[in-house]
Nanobody
Framework: QVHLVESGGALVQAGGSLRLSCAAS????????MGWYRQAPGKQRELVAR???????NYADSVKGRATISRDNAKNTLYLQMNNLKPEDTAVYYC???????????????WGQGTQVTVSS
């Protein structure tokens, strides 16, 4: 059983910053990709940023230059630092991981429960 637990969501003013964390626990052999997604009311879930096992990173155009994704491999913890927040960043932010529980199991897709980020204007 694998669990992803996000934290760090908050109500912040436009222009502010916050740091989200996602701790992965349970049976984890290797992690192929970890990422942050977000879903605003009435909209589809979208990628914010993701980091691959080789260290390569993708950012959504909407957050480039304002977001930094990082990962502590020893702790199986993912972070998202977001600066210069805008009201349009308001959403529930979800942690996602594509990982293998054992050497022989195929990669599985796991999601956290989400953490609310609200940016006031």
């Amino acid at each position: 059983q694998v669990h992803l637990v996000e934290s760090g969501g908050a109500l912040v003013q436009a222009g502010g910053s916050l740091r989200l964390s996602c701790a992965a626990s349970g049976s984890i052999f290797s992690i192929d990709v970890m990422g942050w997604y977000r879903q605003a009311p009435g909209k589809q879930r979208e990628l914010v940023a993701r980091i691959f096992g080789d260290g390569s990173i993708n950012y959504a155009d909407s957050v480039k230059g304002r977001a930094t994704i990082s990962r502590d491999n020893a702790k199986n913890t993912l972070y998202l630092q977001m600066n210069n927040l805008k009201p349009e960043d308001t959403a529930v932010y979800y942690c996602n991981a594509l990982l293998r529980a054992t050497l022989r199991t195929p990669p599985g897709d796991y999601w956290g429960q989400g953490t609310q980020v609200t940016v006031s204007s």
